[in-house]
């Protein structure tokens, strides 16, 4: 309370870039030091061990995927505003474009639902490894669609809103296969008396992916726009990259969680 009663009095200034880098390491940090101290003075028998491994590589995997997701109140807000014809009949206020990913997510939740479940009456229920992967890919995919948008916005043209509505929709399938899946796994494979902890742990994720998220958006120039497709093809490629490791280690993966599926 001290300090933002400093900073309201401009006894002390903040510069939000310097702020958001070292949150950033503070925030990696406490992450490590939290999962070394609950492997290593933790009581844990080996098999409660290999499930926090897995709990790390899925709070790692969650924290990329937030990364890109997150940029929809920053960058995609801003190639809705600038870059986006919104006149169609009327014109279509920038803000309605942050309600499409809920509106999706609200519609589309129990289609994914009914899918996972048809799936596993057949036993053909990916894995939560495969369901992260699969995530991190419906990233990639909206973020190739933007960066084909962003091909004519670099060629001083105005793209039609279907490419946003698009990468959004392809972003809250992502969505509904990491998140939920994330949330219920996370209590399946911590140990009792860590699951409030491990909650906290994925959340933290949560909070680096969305930091790091603005620090990208943070990134984009509007006055640069011949930038913008290499910018968008960026986020194509390392979740991609990350999703065939995450896809080809699924089994070994499967195993370490010992029977949670």
Not at 25 to 52: P, Q, Y
Not at 91 to 119: C, D, K, R, S
Not at 223 to 244: D, E, H, S, T
């Amino acid at each position: 309370m001290l300090i933002v009663v400093l900073g309201l009095a401009r006894v002390i200034t903040f510069n939000p870039i310097t702020m958001a880098e070292r949150t950033t390491t503070v925030l990696v940090g406490i992450a490590i030091v939290f999962f070394a101290g609950v492997i290593f003075f933790g009581r844990l028998d080996n098999v409660e061990k290999k499930r926090i491994f897995v709990i790390v590589i899925l709070c790692a995997t969650g924290a990329l995927f937030w990364a890109g997701f997150e940029q929809a109140g920053s960058s995609f807000n801003l190639c809705a505003e600038r870059y986006t014809e919104r006149r169609i009949g009327f014109l279509i206020p920038t803000t309605w474009f942050q309600a499409i990913g809920p509106i999706f997510v609200i519609t589309l939740a129990f289609v994914m639902g009914a899918v996972w479940l048809a799936l596993g009456r057949k036993n053909l229920n990916p894995s939560i490894p495969m369901k992260f992967g699969l995530g991190l890919i419906l990233l990639a995919l909206g973020f190739l669609v933007l960066a084909g948008a962003a091909v004519f916005v670099a060629r001083g043209q105005k793209v039609l809103p279907v490419w946003l509505i698009t990468t959004y929709l392809l972003h809250t399938f992502g969505e509904l296969c990491v998140s939920p899946v994330g949330l219920s796994s996370i209590t399946k494979l911590a140990p009792k008396r860590f699951v409030g902890q491990m909650m906290g742990a994925w959340f933290l994720a949560t909070s680096l992916g969305n930091l790091i998220a603005g620090r990208i958006a943070g990134e984009f120039d509007p006055n640069a726009v011949g930038q913008m497709p290499g910018r968008f093809l960026q986020m194509v490629i390392l979740p991609v990259a990350v999703a065939l490791v995450i896809i080809a280690l699924s089994r070994p993966i499967k195993k370490m969680m010992a029977g949670v599926s």
